[in-house]
Nanobody, 122 residues
């Protein structure tokens, strides 16, 4: 059983930065992990994923060059550094445990956190 708890969300001005954290209760060092987001009235969408070793990452086109996913296996934590934030990044951000690779489909993830709100003002 794995429990995931996101933190680090908040209100920030456009152009600002936030770092989200996802702390796991179970040991996740051998699992691929991902971040997704869901804006009001929109479907949940893929943001970024990282392999269990940290050696492979995958990003949505909309966040490439601005967001960085990383992990600290010793702390059982996954991070999402978000820079140059835009109002369109406003959403609830979720972390999830993957089942097979750094995939973009949410069906490839089996455990989810409760989410953390990120609001970017213009």
């Amino acid at each position: 059983q794995v429990q995931l708890v996101e933190s680090g969300g908040g209100l920030v001005q456009a152009g600002g930065s936030l770092r989200l954290s996802c702390a796991a209760s179970g040991r996740i060092f051998k699992y691929d992990m991902g971040w997704f987001r869901q804006a009001p009235g929109k479907e949940r969408e893929f943001v970024a994923a990282i392999s269990w070793s940290g050696g492979s990452t995958n990003y949505a086109e909309s966040v490439k060059g601005r967001f960085t996913i990383s992990r600290d296996s010793a702390k059982n934590t996954v991070y999402l550094q978000m820079n140059s934030l835009k109002p369109e990044d406003t959403a609830v951000y979720y972390c999830a445990k993957g089942t097979s690779g750094v995939k973009e489909e949410d069906g490839e993830y089996d455990y989810w956190g409760q989410g953390t709100q990120v609001t970017v003002s213009s």
